[in-house]
């Protein structure tokens, strides 16, 4: 419904229905609520200028990224494209941590050996304190992985050629071959 400062904002899910919200509410304000995918990213450039030709003045996706918006159409229109740079920091970082346990330990294959009717220990589960953490790309979800690694005594190695700012705690693969040896 329509904001303090009069925009019209919508919840969208798809190329089809981007185009005919767009289309049928002008001055709007159109937000991103999924990705796009790469089939309907070719039909991005239709629908931005079909959101400045009803007068869009903002697109935004609250996502980090937004390569799936065609922003070179939206600036060539006066749209301005938004984002939220910290959408789902910590709980992808969390999830990446629970994955990575749940490797560790076996715990898939495990449930699947308790559900078939046996016990036993499907495989040789290790200790994680020691082992090396490859990151590959040090950004701010790599970050918090690496900070919530570093209380199991993982090791952290990254790499990542656009970082310039290295964090504390991670050593500095100099190559990715190097970040990922063994």
Same mark, same amino acid.
Request: glycine letters at 12%.
């Given at each position: 419904?329509?904001?303090?400062?009069?925009?019209?904002?919508?919840?969208?899910?798809?190329?089809?229905?981007?185009?005919?919200?767009?289309?049928?509410?002008?001055?709007s304000l159109f937000?991103?609520?999924?990705?796009?995918?790469?089939?309907?990213?070719?039909?991005?450039?239709?629908?931005?200028?079909?959101?400045?030709?009803?007068?869009?003045?903002?697109?935004?996706?609250?996502?980090?990224?937004?390569?799936?918006?065609?922003?070179?159409? !939206?600036?060539?229109? #006066?749209? /301005?494209?938004?984002?939220?740079p910290d959408y789902?920091? @910590?709980?992808? +970082?969390?999830?990446? %941590?629970?994955?990575?346990?749940?490797?560790?330990?076996?715990?898939?294959?495990?449930?699947?050996?308790?559900?078939?009717g046996e016990w036993?220990?499907?495989?040789?589960?290790?200790?994680?304190?020691?082992?090396?953490?490859?990151?590959?790309?040090?950004?701010?979800?790599?970050?918090?992985?690496?900070?919530? !690694?570093?209380?199991? #005594?993982? /090791?952290?190695?990254?790499?990542?050629?656009?970082?310039? @700012?290295?964090? +504390?705690?991670?050593? %500095?693969?100099?190559?990715?071959?190097?970040?990922?040896?063994?």
């Amino acid at each position: 419904g329509p904001s303090a400062d009069g925009f019209e904002t919508y919840g969208v899910t798809g190329v089809a229905l981007i185009s005919f919200i767009l289309l049928a509410i002008p001055g709007s304000l159109f937000i991103m609520d999924k990705s796009v995918s790469k089939a309907d990213y070719a039909q991005m450039e239709q629908v931005v200028q079909a959101a400045a030709d009803a007068g869009c003045r903002v697109l935004s996706r609250y996502g980090i990224g937004i390569d799936n918006i065609d922003v070179a159409t !939206a600036t060539r229109n #006066g749209i /301005v494209v938004t984002r939220v740079p910290d959408y789902c920091l @910590d709980e992808v +970082a969390d999830h990446a %941590l629970a994955l990575l346990l749940a490797l560790a330990r076996g715990v898939g294959e495990g449930t699947h050996v308790v559900r078939a009717g046996e016990w036993r220990v499907p495989r040789e589960v290790f200790r994680l304190r020691g082992r090396r953490l490859a990151l590959v790309g040090v950004g701010q979800i790599g970050r918090r992985l690496a900070e919530r !690694a570093a209380p199991l #005594g993982l /090791v952290t190695v990254g790499f990542d050629p656009y970082l310039a @700012d290295w964090p +504390a705690g991670v050593e %500095l693969g100099g190559a990715l071959e190097e970040a990922v040896a063994e």
